[in-house]
């Protein structure tokens, strides 16, 4: 999936376009069964729901609410102005960043698909900075193998550098047009395409760059892949 800048740098308003519109970490339940009422279980739209963008160039997009909360820890409630995204390992400058100044980076939006390992999935428009600017401000070393990420609720997981360049992966902050609610991983979730849920780790809050090929996060040193790939099954 080709990256766009956001509407807004191309010179459209979101909130135009959300006039306009109709209107996790391991993905292991059903979809709308996530916590607090949904629109099946009251007859009407949430909140949420009526300012999310439901359609982007012509594709469908399935709801901000369509997932199940299944972390292990529950949602996390992140303080943002006590919030640091720390990126270290193989760098030559490990940073500290805040919120604000990963936001401050080039941004780039795209619709991916998140794919449950028990069959489902949703259709998402993610909205984020490439996780390959931030190895760059650090001066990550580009012979380094592996990229580990770490969350506020001690989940991690991993991919390779290589595959996280090549494929321009996306630490989102927004979906479908709003930022991200904190059972989604506000305020960073990892858009990591062509790889099944349990690669998509939210309330990220470290980037390690590493060697390590051997390492296992949360749900891969539970028998899941550590490849993770869509076409190669999740489990070993």
Do not use: H
């Amino acid at each position: 999936m080709k990256l766009r800048l956001p509407l807004a740098q191309r010179g459209v308003a979101l909130g135009a376009l959300l006039a306009l519109a109709v209107l996790a970490t391991g993905c292991l339940g059903a979809p709308g069964s996530g916590g607090g009422p949904n629109s099946a279980e009251t007859g009407e739209p949430t909140d949420l729901q009526r300012i999310e963008i439901r359609e982007y160039e012509g594709k469908d997009l399935s709801s901000v609410e369509d997932f199940r909360e299944n972390s292990i820890s529950g949602p996390q409630e992140v303080d943002i102005d006590d919030y640091t995204l720390t990126v270290s390992g193989l760098v030559d400058t490990p940073l500290e960043l805040t919120y604000e100044q990963v936001l401050a980076r080039e941004q780039f939006e795209k619709v991916v698909t998140l794919n449950c390992v028990e069959g489902w999935s949703v259709d998402i428009l993610w909205e984020g900075v490439r996780v390959a600017d931030l190895l760059d401000q650090a001066g990550a070393d580009t012979e380094a193998r592996v990229i580990i990420f770490r969350a506020q609720d001690g989940y991690s997981t991993s991919l390779p550098a290589d595959f996280v360049r090549d494929n321009d992966i996306l630490m989102a902050y927004k979906m479908n047009g709003v930022d991200l609610p904190a059972e989604r991983g506000f305020p960073f979730q990892l858009v990591a395409e062509e790889r099944w849920g349990y690669k998509w780790i939210k309330w990220i809050t470290e980037i390690e760059v590493s060697d390590d090929t051997s390492f296992e996060g949360y749900w891969e040193s539970r028998g899941y892949s550590n490849d993770g790939a869509l076409d190669r099954g999740s489990r070993d």
